[in-house]
């Protein structure tokens, strides 16, 4: 940590100017965004040196701690392995272990699931949410199913100005734009033959704020406000009855996502050199780079 040039800032109660560096570092986890770790030690001895750091448990608490953590990591059988014969996702669960043992209070993880499969990436969830407990962890990440599913409260940041706050479902409820309708041609019903129209006034009927969205090759999309949620079912219950007559060949409905609430925040600078940045108070912060 560098000493602020100007302002002040708290990291559980401590102030960095006043409290020592050493008091705070003791109570901080972090996973930077690219691993740092020692090509020469074990998994295991990255766990018990930092463990041993930041803790001032005996050493048998320790010790459980680090095979509770190992477990946690799926790391058990890798556990006397160097870290430089370990495959990039493996030495990013390292990473992530490192940040978390030592009973940590203020935890910061830079895009830990980045270069990670999919069944790596759920272990590294699942270890966020069990350990998320009486501490404050803010994450950075490419992937905004991540703040979606476990973010408390988010925030949008656009070139440094904050544009939004709140929960996920909040957000979501303040700038998408409800729900996605989704309906798919037949394959045999030729763009000339179907009629948009008469779809179009059926999905008003029951739900008057819905709005044509997308209507390209076999797919067509259309937005249904929160507020015709009651009229659902109604509408569903005519689509299935009427899906030969329509010349569908099926239709789905989606919830509101975050990249939604992104696009509606930012689509007034956007571009590839542009990013926002998704953070949450308690919890997490979200980074997503354009």
Known sequence: MLSPTSGAAEIIGMNVNSAGIKNIRQNLGLCPQFDMLFD????????????????????????????????????????????????????????????????????????PTSSIDPHGRRVIWDVILKHRANRTIILCTHHLDEADTLG??????????????????SLKSQHASGYQLFLEKKP????????????TTLIKTNCPGAMLMTDIGSSITYTLP???????????????????????SGFG?????????????????????????LCANYTWIYQCFI
């Not at 975050?258 to 940045?277: I, M």
């Open 40 to 111: 020469f030690m074990t998994v295991k001895e990255h766990l018990d040196l930092f463990a041993s750091l930041k803790s001032s448990e005996p050493r048998d608490v320790i010790e459980s701690d680090v095979e509770e953590m190992l477990k946690s990591m799926g790391l058990s059988n890798m556990r006397d392995e160097l870290v430089e014969t370990l495959s990039g996702g493996m030495r990013r669960r390292v990473s992530v272990a490192m940040a978390f043992i030592g009973d940590s209070k203020v935890i910061i993880l830079d895009e």
């Open 152 to 169: 408390d409260r988010v925030a949008i940041l656009d070139q440094g100005k904050l544009r939004a706050e709140g929960s996920p479902m």
């Open 188 to 199: 045999t019903t030729e763009n000339a033959d179907f009629d948009i129209n008469t779809l």
């Open 226 to 248: 929160s507020a015709d949620l009651p009229s659902f079912d109604q509408l569903f219950k005519q689509l299935s009855d009427k899906v030969d007559d329509l010349g569908l």
């Open 253 to 277: 409905v989606s919830d509101s996502t975050l990249y939604e609430v992104g696009n509606d925040c930012y689509n007034s600078s956007w571009s590839k050199r542009d990013y926002f940045t």
